[in-house]
């Protein structure tokens, strides 16, 4: 099983609202991913967790706010977003080791109106 | 920091013929190089991989070769099928980047009947 699952899939949000996103993998992975992707570009990371402490933090504003409860999960915490923050959301997890696979969930399709 | 580009950003070939997609990477300790394929809609799907003490991996029509010297890699498809069009992402990881995983730009691959 090399599944990572998000949800929702699809999300609508207005500039006031407060939103999350969640990302669920059950490989036993150790690492954990956000990346956000506009279109036609390659994914950008924004957050990696490792045995579920943040390690890497690449200047994302504070209205993405990460989060992980355990090893299975992790979520991120939407609040104040701009228009231009819309794009496809993308969860990965991998071992955490140099090297190892990294695998992708299907994304969140995020539009903020 | 590590940076990858990948050429050519587009790239249409006749169905059966074969389709090559080059990339560079800049930092010399990176030691992990992924393949993603991604479909319109989906998240990244990886595809196949190469390790810095490998030179080249196949797995059945896809290949790709490393070039550990002049820091290059490239992934090639051979008899392409229509269900090959997608956008092809390289990747690196390792080194100053252990962490992270850095895309190239990526390649939208058209297969003509």
């Known amino acids: 099983d090399t599944e990572v699952t998000q949800t929702p899939k699809h999300l609508v949000m207005g500039m006031t609202n407060k939103k999350s996103l969640k990302c669920e993998q059950h490989m036993g992975h150790r690492a954990m991913y956000w990346y956000k992707q506009k279109a036609k570009k390659p994914p950008e990371l924004m957050f990696v967790?490792?045995?579920?402490?943040?390690?890497i933090n690449e200047s994302v504003p504070s209205r993405f706010s990460p989060e992980c409860p355990n090893s299975s999960l992790l979520n991120l915490h939407l609040h104040a977003l701009q228009p231009e923050d819309s794009a496809l959301y993308l969860c990965?997890?991998?071992?955490?080791?140099?090297?190892?696979?990294?695998?992708f969930g299907q994304g969140t399709r995020l539009t903020v109106v | 920091g590590e940076n990858v580009e990948q050429h050519p950003s587009t790239l249409s070939v006749q169905e059966g013929d074969s389709a090559v997609i080059k990339c560079t990477y800049s930092d010399s300790a990176s030691n992990y190089f992924p393949w993603y394929k991604q479909e319109l809609g989906k998240g990244p799907q990886l595809i196949i991989d190469?390790?810095?003490?490998?030179g080249e991996k196949k797995d059945q029509r896809i290949a790709v070769t490393l070039n550990k010297t002049a820091k290059h890699f490239s992934l090639h498809i051979t008899e392409t099928q229509p269900e090959d069009s997608a956008v092809y992402f390289c990747a690196a990881s390792g080194g100053s980047s252990a962490s992270k995983i850095i895309f190239g730009s990526g390649t939208r691959l058209s297969i003509r009947p």
């Open positions: 990965a997890s991998s071992r955490g080791l140099p090297g190892a696979e990294a695998f």
């Open positions: 967790y490792s045995y579920e402490k943040l390690s």
């Open positions: 190469i390790r810095s003490n490998v």
